[in-house]
């Protein structure tokens, strides 16, 4: 699968697991109370109030997003990797070195993916068209965690859209979504990413020209018999259809009886025309 770069600016609520890396040791020291493990996240996939894509734009289908929660959350906010995302090339202790959106792609995202193909999704989100804009949200019970989030491939008349996969921290707080020293440390379990659409356009090839396309004349309607000329049932050369020879024998002896007339009467009227020169 192929991953995009994606800036900061763009995806404060997206990519809150690469703010809060930068204080993921610090929230021991400075959170203001324990996780609440026992919670229930509420997690909601919206498309950015500033995208002008055609996805966002005109899109009026439906996009499943599939959550698969890759690590658990203890009272401190620190992530331990899931039992089912174990010895899977995934490096949690990444987000303790203040990554990069790549170092996070690549330790991470890329891993996680690879090893939820085939896992069914702990939570699934279907995001529709609501008042002009496309969102969606689910409930997860005693849902702490992080979430690897694969919105599921789209099209419509015109294009195909795919999206970027990553990964959310829920809850989260100001602090972590910020890493601002003073910023609220309460934890929020109502959190929210962006999805990044790629639209590709559809390419509709027309049938080549048919040279042997029948005329008006030869278009045959509805409800009109057809006759297949190469059928044993249709009369040819010779009675191959189980005709009766007798019609044609006695067509030919009124042939022959008419042509015996036609010479009779020549030959009364070339004997009157001798007798009348004499």
Sequence with gaps: MKFFDIKKNMVAFALAAVVAVGCADAIDVYAAEPVNTNATVNITAQVGKDDASVFAKSYTG?????????????ETGKPQLSDSYQNCGIDITVLNNSPKVADIEKNIVEPAVQAANGKQPDAVITASRKDGSISGKVSIASGAGVYL???????????????????????????????????????????????????TPIIVEQ????????????????????????????????????????PMILCGLALLFGLGLMAWYFSLVAGNKKVVEE
């Design 62 to 74: 439906t996009v499943d997003i599939n959550l698969y929660k890759i690590a658990v959350l203890d």
């Design 207 to 246: 049938p080549p020209h048919n040279p042997t396309t029948p005329h008006e004349d030869e278009i045959v309607e509805w409800g009109e018999e057809i006759i297949e000329m190469e059928s044993p049932l249709v009369p040819l050369a010779g009675p191959k259809t189980g005709d009766s020879l007798i």
């Design 149 to 199: 989030y694969i919105p599921q491939p789209v099209s419509d008349e015109k294009y195909k859209y795919n999206f970027v996969p990553y990964i959310i921290f829920a809850p989260t707080s100001d602090y972590v979504a910020s890493g601002v020293a003073g910023a609220d440390e309460t934890w929020k379990y109502d959190v929210s990413f962006i999805i990044k659409p790629q639209e």
